[in-house]
């Protein structure tokens, strides 16, 4: 982990940017991995499935940990994963905002939000288009259950990591245009194991890696999807 989180600052040191939150991805890794590097000092955890989120979560309660969803939500889940996460990062539909705000406990500070935009225009992957995040963030911003935290993408993966810069750049445009009407705005949620440093430079506040943490995944358990770190 400290390998990790020296090359983040390394990287941030060299776009003379501000060190970005480590989101340890560890979907499909069992829960004792997780309370492993929970006992190294990482607190935020990403995972892709719910149920396998509930599961872990059962297991690793008196840890006190951070939980982000980052695959995607379908709609008959939206109840469960309102109680289950702290942060849902997967956010790209109206229908979405509504189930999440109504599910969510009285008793819970409000659920963080991340709207997730499909930046290349993939047919293969979720995320609204660029010109739904206004009306998207408007909705997420008046639900008093959830609270808008920023953006989310998954560029498409170029073999060459240098094409992926320019969906980090039109990422963040569209977050700062987003910041322009919703100031409290703090979270770019981009950059993976291998392509970080260039999300970074593009200015990533959040990274999510699993490979890099966790070695390579065991065989998955699910149908893949595209939130891959």
């Not at 719910?50 to 709609?75: F, M, P, R, Y």
């Not at 170029?158 to 810069?165: A, K, L, T």
């Not at 970080?196 to 065991?218: D, H």
């Amino acid at each position: 982990m400290q390998d990790v989180l020296l090359r983040l600052e390394n990287a941030a040191r060299a776009a003379q940017r501000p060190v970005p939150r480590l989101l340890a991805v560890s979907k499909t890794q069992p829960a004792t991995a997780v309370a492993e590097l929970a006992a190294c000092g990482q607190r935020a955890f990403g995972e892709n499935y719910v149920q396998e989120a509930a599961a872990k979560q059962a297991q690793l309660n008196a840890l006190a940990l951070e939980w982000h969803l980052i695959g995607h939500l379908q709609s008959n889940k939206a109840r469960e994963a309102a109680v289950l996460f702290d942060w849902v990062q997967t956010v790209d539909r109206a229908k979405l905002v509504q189930a999440l705000a109504l599910h969510r406990p009285a008793d819970r500070a409000p659920l963080n939000v991340l709207i997730q935009v499909n930046i290349d225009d993939e047919s293969s992957k979720h995320g609204c288009r660029p010109d739904e995040v206004a009306a998207l963030a408007a909705a997420v911003a008046g639900e008093p259950r959830l609270r808008l935290r920023g953006l989310m993408v998954i560029p498409q993966p170029h073999p060459d990591i240098e094409q992926r810069r320019g969906a980090f750049r039109r990422t963040r445009e569209l977050f700062e245009a987003l910041q322009h009407d919703h100031p409290d705005a703090d979270t770019l949620s981009m950059g993976m194991s291998d392509d970080c440093p260039i999300a970074i430079a593009e200015g990533a506040t959040m990274v999510r890696v699993g490979t890099a943490l966790f070695g390579s995944r065991p065989a998955k358990p699910h149908t893949p999807d595209h939130s891959h770190a």
